[in-house]
């Protein structure tokens, strides 16, 4: 299995792990917490993405060619920006919480 991120774009699946880690260490064991927790460490992904994704781009120029490059920074994981992570993990939370619900447990 391939991780695939640029940037700082690792931190997409540290923050959700780390979230359910702490959940465990604080010794919630219900799967709708544990999962709203999950969901909840999109929102540092978001506030970090629109951070870092946000900076100028820069400008750079071939010397032997004469073409302009612009360079942007590009922070995600799996191509999806980590500001758009959020909703990807409210998204699965909602499902995992809704089966959960379904199930009766």
């Avoid at 978001?46 to 360079?71: C, I, M, P």
């Amino acid at each position: 299995m391939f991780i695939i991120f640029n940037g700082r774009g690792w931190l997409v699946p540290i923050t959700a792990l780390g979230s359910i880690v702490l959940c465990g260490v604080a010794g919630f064991r219900d799967p709708r917490v544990v999962w709203t927790a999950m969901a909840a460490s999109g929102l540092i992904d978001q506030y970090f993405g629109r951070k870092w994704n946000s900076v100028h781009s820069k400008l750079f120029q071939d010397l032997e060619t004469g073409a302009v490059h612009e360079v942007k920074p590009d922070h995600s994981f799996f191509w999806i920006a980590m500001q758009h992570w959020l909703w990807v993990k409210v998204g699965l939370a909602t499902l995992f919480i809704a089966i959960v619900l379904t199930n009766g447990t």
